[in-house]
């Protein structure tokens, strides 16, 4: 079902009307009715009951970390275990013969389904998350406007609107305009601007042998700026969307290609996705190297170890490949020489040095370039197999 199609149209529609006239168990069957139908629509009956059984087995890892919070990574473990099984990543070719290794279980919408599943495994097991009836944990999992793209909201947001606690938006008619105004410019984002930049954009299949290094980095260029565009237009309707039935999304998007350094980027882009890092794979990890011995005794080492543990799951979350891992291990290289820069201009000149330099116009017009080249550039190993990145290392 397309965005742009009628379906999803009269869908939006009639859930907010829905969602306006109705209260209790309806409102949420209603909702929850739409929500199915949507999901149905990209899965079939198959993708269906695979994510409906992976919804299940979150839901069980819930109960089980609310009689024991202290093993919480069992349930984590074992949720981990089932999607690298589901995504069939390349380590079990390793691990398992080829009879047991299957793909059909890879269904849209998993990834983003997997982190929100985790989220409430682990804030059940810490008390964050107290309370959840199945049918709305339900709800909270297939909810249609976060369901195939993101952005990854968290359960309490959510509560918090279902329940009336905190408004999508201001019941004003004039914040119901700004929501469809904002749901027209995603579709012009996605559908106009997008669909022009995609017939110049580096694709998997480009002819990486025979293309020249210049345009090779001007399709990848082309790539960032078309990938921002459908994204951030994917997630404009789905966010007006959300406001106009109640239950609003996070932002995810803030104008990346104006982000300053590496650091920076990751809060423009995706913001959703690298709050979720931050707080589930970065926080952890870094606390944990910081009882190390070895790594608590170098100032750096603890922060760039959890920073690289980070963006390795950020690129493997985002596919299954080399590539894909490289594109993580890359982002996460940025970001260590960011820091270390920033820790010896401090170390040799001071923190208000360090301020000043930024604060100047050429520094912050050089920044934000030296940022987007090298930030567009990472996107070659998103688009591009190990086959042809070869090639581009050869050429080199």
């Given at each position: ?6 379906d ?8 907010a009307l829905?969602?306006?006239t109705?209260?209790?168990k ?9 929500s199915?139908?949507y999901?149905?629509s ?11 059984a992976?919804c ?15 093993r919480?990574?069992?349930a ?5 275990v ?6 069939n ?7 398992l ?12 919408g998993?990834?983003f ?28 999992c297939?909810?249609?406007?976060t369901?195939?793209?993101?952005p990854?909201q ?12 905190t408004?999508?938006?201001p019941?004003?008619f ?16 996605k ?6 930049l ?5 694709t998997s299949?480009a002819?990486?042998?025979?293309i ?5 980095q ?19 309707i789905?966010i ?22 590496p650091?920076q ?11 979720w ?15 190390s011995?070895?790594?608590a ?5 603890a922060?760039v170890?959890?920073?690289m ?9 985002h596919?299954?490949?080399l590539?894909?891992m490289?594109f993580?291990?890359?982002h ?18 001071g923190?208000k040095?360090l301020?000043s ?17 090298f930030?567009?550039?990472?996107y070659?190993f ?11 290392l050869e050429?080199?």
């Amino acid at each position: 079902m397309s965005l742009l199609s009628l379906d999803f149209i009269l869908l939006a529609l009639a859930t907010a009307l829905f969602m306006w006239t109705t209260r209790g168990k309806l409102r949420l069957i209603g909702f929850l009715a739409a929500s199915f139908f949507y999901a149905y629509s990209h899965l079939g009956a198959g993708g269906m009951a695979s994510t409906l059984a992976f919804c299940a087995a979150g839901f069980a890892c819930v109960l089980f970390v609310r009689r024991y919070p202290d093993r919480v990574w069992v349930a984590v473990t074992v949720l981990t275990v089932g999607f690298v099984y589901c995504h069939n990543y390349g380590v079990l070719q390793l691990l398992l013969p080829g009879g047991l290794r299957t793909s059909i279980l890879a269904t849209a919408g998993l990834s983003f389904l997997f982190f929100k599943i985790l989220h409430v495994v682990i804030d059940t097991a810490s008390g964050t998350v107290t309370r959840m009836s199945p049918w709305r944990y339900l709800c909270y999992c297939l909810n249609f406007t976060t369901f195939l793209l993101g952005p990854i909201q968290r359960y309490q947001h959510f509560e918090s609107q279902w329940d009336g606690k905190t408004e999508a938006i201001p019941a004003q008619f004039e914040a119901y305009l700004d929501a469809v105004n904002r749901v027209l410019r995603g579709m012009v984002k996605k559908f106009v601007v997008a669909e022009y930049l995609a017939a110049y954009a580096l694709t998997s299949d480009a002819p990486v042998a025979t293309i020249s290094l210049l345009d090779l980095q001007l399709a990848t260029y082309v790539f960032y700026v078309f990938l921002y565009f459908d994204f951030s237009g994917y997630c404009d309707i789905v966010i007006g969307v959300g406001c106009l039935i109640g239950v609003r999304p996070p932002e995810n998007f803030n104008l990346p290609f104006l982000a300053a350094n590496p650091s920076q980027y990751w809060l423009r882009v995706h913001r959703s996705l690298t709050v979720w890092l931050t707080d589930y794979v970065f926080n952890p990890t870094y606390a944990r190297a910081l009882r190390s011995r070895w790594l608590a005794s170098h100032p750096l080492a603890a922060p760039v170890f959890a920073t690289m543990v980070t963006m390795l799951v950020a690129g493997l979350w985002h596919g299954t490949t080399l590539s894909f891992m490289l594109f993580g291990l890359v982002h996460g290289l940025y970001l260590v020489v960011f820091r270390s820069y920033e820790y010896a201009v401090i170390k040799i000149w001071g923190r208000k040095a360090l301020t000043s330099l930024r604060a100047t116009r050429a520094w912050l017009v050089a920044s934000t370039i030296v940022t987007f080249h090298f930030t567009a550039s990472a996107y070659v190993f998103f688009v591009l197999d190990r086959a042809r990145l070869l090639l581009i290392l050869e050429k080199l």
